[in-house]
């Protein structure tokens, strides 16, 4: 089965730091995504990368950006961490035909 | 732009009580709709694709069908472990974006 392994269950930043948040993928897949979910907006997508050193911007990038170095990991930044980007974050990574597998999510809280 | 709206946001069941869950959606040309399953906490975890109007997927207590505006997902005979939050998602043709619905949270009442 592939693995989708986000480093941190659970995070608490203070305001104002940089946030780094790792996702390795073991499937070799190309396609990688971050998503934050939050209560009542479902799942949203910040950035999503589809070869190593490319990344698109998604739905809500502001505040964010990305780094793809290797193949299997995809980093997600947060520059300067705000309240408003306390959220569980997911990463994905897809396959073919089982469309995306999901990590297990960190919890980040901004105070 | 792609949209996807499920309903209803929460289901209240018997153990035993079949149901189904709805997801309409609108999108340009569809490459693959996906059903997954999330547990409080944790990522969502992969239930069925459908590619084609009429297709249909089973899965122990789960049933999903495809029409060309929305899926259905059926559940027959719940038990308690079937309760958690079931999310809809379309994949479009020319686009690596999935677009998800706001989910159902469903509940299987012992």
């Known amino acids: 089965d592939v693995k989708v392994t986000q480093s941190s269950r659970y995070l608490v930043k203070r305001t104002g730091e940089k946030v780094f948040l790792e996702c390795v993928q073991d499937?070799?897949?190309?396609?990688m995504f971050w998503y934050r979910q939050d209560p009542g907006l479902g799942l949203r997508l910040i950035y999503f990368?589809?070869?190593?050193?490319?990344?698109e911007k998604g739905d809500i990038p502001e505040g964010y950006s990305v780094s793809r170095e290797k193949k299997e990991r995809f980093s997600l930044i947060l520059e300067s961490a705000s309240t408003n980007q306390t959220s569980m974050y997911l990463c994905?990574?897809?396959?073919?035909?089982?469309?995306?597998?999901f990590g297990s999510g960190t919890r980040l809280t901004v105070v | 732009e792609d949209q996807v709206t499920q309903s209803p946001e929460a289901l209240r069941l018997q153990e035993g009580e079949s149901s189904s869950l709805n997801c309409s959606y609108t999108?340009?040309?569809?490459?693959?709709l996906f059903w997954y399953r999330q547990d409080p906490g944790k990522g969502p975890e992969f239930l069925f694709t459908?590619?084609?109007a009429g297709e249909e997927k089973e899965k122990e207590r789960l049933q999903a069908t495809l029409t060309k505006k929305e899926s259905f997902l059926h559940i027959t005979a719940p038990k308690p472990e079937d309760s958690a939050t079931y999310l809809c998602?379309?994949?479009?043709?020319?686009?690596?974006?999935?677009?998800f619905g706001t989910g159902t949270r469903l509940t299987i009442i012992p």
């Open positions: 994905a990574s897809r396959g073919t035909v089982n469309g995306y597998t």
């Open positions: 499937m070799d897949h190309e396609n």
């Open positions: 990368s589809y070869d190593v050193k490319m990344k």
């Open positions: 999108v340009s040309g569809l490459r693959g």
């Open positions: 459908l590619y084609s």
């Open positions: 998602a379309v994949h479009p043709f020319g686009n690596e974006k999935l677009t």
